[in-house]
């Protein structure tokens, strides 16, 4: 079985960093090295179809969960905490119900077990209307995905998956005709039955409608131990938007 990429910092207790849609290991270096020197050995993955991971069509959160196991089994990581943002907090909560023994603690960063309807319609619009066979720069792939997308942060976000796949030919790093193929199986909510009850973390962004009120019987149900805080300032990328205080109620919780 092919193994999913990941970047490791620091040693001591194993932490596994996942990462949201269309994101990478990347958008976590910054927080990585801080948890690092915290005296925790960071995995930080590329989930299948991210970053520097494996192209595969087969993509849901079943196959998902079994990378993150088989990573783990692998490197004989046990005992692990866990982070996961958006996309990458679905599948650390499916890991964590279905694997307890292997998940210490748990924090979700700006993500609810129910299920989202699909709602990144202007970002694929965005990234399919990108013709890479009439070999653009990196400024003309930028123009184009901006006529969809107004966003400038979610922009950069997406232009960090633009690569040279030859020294003359760019393209994107993730697996776009996978994404195309099913657009609900990253909205998909956790299984009715699911259920871990070690001390879980669920961290909203102040500005972000991913976790609403109503959204907090639903994760007592599933995860009876934990607790729900607000990062200030902050939207869904809420790590990035406000990274000293995700830090500080991360290992506040951690401790």
């Not at 991210?50 to 490197?75: I, L, P, Q, T």
């Not at 990581?77 to 210490?104: N, Q, R």
């Not at 123009?143 to 003359?168: D, H, W």
């Not at 009850?197 to 009120?213: C, H, M, R, V």
Request: glycine share 6%; hydrophobic share 40%.
């Amino acid at each position: 079985m092919e193994l999913v990429y990941a970047k490791v910092e620091g040693s001591g207790k194993p932490m596994v960093i996942i990462h949201g849609f269309l994101g990478m290991s990347d958008n976590w270096k910054t927080l990585g090295t801080k948890f690092a020197e915290l005296g925790y050995e960071v995995h930080l993955l590329d989930m299948r179809n991210h970053g520097r991971s494996f192209h595969s069509m087969e993509f849901n959160y079943d196959v998902m969960v079994r990378d993150v196991v088989a990573y783990c089994e692998a490197n004989h990581l046990k005992d692990i905490v866990v982070i996961g943002h958006s996309m990458g907090g679905k599948i650390a909560m499916k890991l964590a119900t279905e694997h307890s023994s292997l998940v210490s603690k748990l924090i979700i960063a700006d993500m609810s077990p129910r299920a989202y309807a699909p709602h990144h319609q202007d970002v694929m619009q965005a990234l399919n209307a990108v013709d890479f066979s009439t070999n653009p720069s990196r400024e003309e792939v930028q123009k184009r995905i901006e006529q969809f997308v107004s966003e400038a942060g979610v922009v950069q976000f997406l232009m960090k998956n633009v690569y040279r796949v030859t020294p003359t030919q760019l393209g994107f790093r993730f697996n776009l005709e996978a994404f195309n193929n099913d657009d609900e199986a990253i909205g998909q909510a956790l299984e009715p039955e699911a259920f871990y009850d070690k001390p879980t973390l669920f961290l909203k962004g102040a500005l972000s409608n991913y976790i609403q009120e109503s959204d907090e019987e639903l994760i007592k149900k599933h995860f009876p131990n934990a607790k729900i805080e607000t990062v200030s300032k902050a939207g869904h990328w809420l790590h990035a938007d406000n990274p000293t205080e995700f830090l500080e109620k991360s290992t506040a919780f951690l401790k």
